[in-house]
Antibody, heavy 124, light 106 residues
Framework: EVQLVESGGGLVQPGGSLRLSCAASGFTFSSYAMSWVRQAPGKGLEWVSAISGSGGSTYYADSVKGRFTISRDNSKNTLYLQMNSLRADDTAVYYC?????????????????WGQGTLVPVSS | DIQMTQSPSSLSASVGDRVTITCRASQSISSYLNWYQQKPGKAPKLLIYAASSLQSGVPSRFSGSGSGTDFTLTISSLQPEDFATYYCQQSYSAPIFGGGTKVEIK
């Protein structure tokens, strides 16, 4: 059974940093691209970042480019999101999501499994 | 950037009703369109990919159709567990989600 478990969320002040983790199990982690998707309270879904199965390719939404860094450790089956210079509008539940293929966002890609999410409130 | 517009933003329906949700892309995306279901406090769940392919384990009362710019998600006979918010997502380029359609009990 595929499982994705996020951790690392919590209250952070504007301008602060936080690192999210997503522990994966139930599939060959290194064979699949992964993404982070967020959802502000009461709002819709916003894709944040993606990383290929090898970790060699990454891609970011314009809203987080230069502030967030996605990475993965395939030996630990773990996905990360380093978030710096956080702003109030980054407040959201952050989900990690497994993509359907190895390469980032190619072909008929879709997010076939999601974690339960971790809440990141950014407030003073 | 491609914009995705869903309609309606919410609807009320009864158990057993046939429900149709529409998603429109701002430019042609061929069949690069996915549908997700999200219940309150839960993660989204993939229902349909490539516009009309049913994800494994998803009940057959869910179906998708369309290509180009106009797509629909149909629930043939609404069940109590189907009351949720539904999102479309284009996979033609970087992921963009529609604004969501909340299906409520009438």
């Amino acid at each position: 059974e595929v499982q994705l478990v996020e951790s690392g969320g919590g209250l952070v002040q504007p301008g602060g940093s936080l690192r999210l983790s997503c522990a994966a199990s139930g599939f060959t982690f290194s064979s699949y691209a992964m993404s982070w998707v967020r959802q502000a309270p009461g709002k819709g879904l916003e894709w944040v970042s993606a990383i290929s199965g090898s970790g060699g390719s990454t891609y970011y939404a314009d809203s987080v480019k230069g502030r967030f860094t996605i990475s993965r450790d395939n030996s630990k089956n773990t996905l990360y999101l380093q978030m710096n210079s956080l702003r109030a509008d980054d407040t959201a539940v952050y989900y990690c999501a497994k993509e359907s293929g190895y390469d980032i966002l190619t072909g008929y890609y879709r997010f076939d499994y999601w974690g339960q999410g971790t809440l990141v409130p950014v407030s003073s | 950037d491609i914009q995705m517009t869903q309609s309606p933003s919410s609807l009320s329906a009864s158990v057993g009703d046939r429900v149709t949700i529409t998603c429109r892309a701002s430019q042609s995306i061929s069949s690069y369109l996915n549908w997700y279901q999200q219940k309150p406090g839960k993660a989204p769940k993939l229902l349909i990919y490539a516009a009309s392919s049913l994800q494994s384990g998803v009940p057959s009362r869910f179906s998708g159709s369309g290509s180009g710019t106009d797509f629909t998600l149909t629930i043939s006979s609404l069940q109590p567990e189907d009351f949720a918010t539904y999102y479309c997502q284009q996979s033609y380029s970087a992921p963009i989600f529609g604004g969501g359609t909340k299906v409520e009990i009438k």
